[in-house]
């Protein structure tokens, strides 16, 4: 798990907690991440970032509740 801290909830936030969590716990490749389905777990940048680092597989809630 990764956390990070600001006054709003932008993508940028989201990035530095995903990256804090990849730092700290190195996760196998294929892990699955589940979020909810806020803009800030569907941008660009996080979706490369996780990509990139894991190769994960990533659910938000919309696709999970169908």
């Known amino acids: 798990m990764g956390w990070a801290i600001d006054k709003h909830m932008r993508s940028e936030l989201v990035e530095r907690a995903l990256k ?34 894991t190769q994960a597989k990533h659910e938000s809630s919309r696709k999970l509740l169908g």
């Open 20 to 53: 804090r969590a990849l730092w700290c716990r190195k996760p196998p490749k294929g892990l699955m991440v589940h979020t909810d389905q806020g803009s800030q777990f569907i941008s660009n940048n996080y979706r490369i970032l996780l990509g990139l680092e």
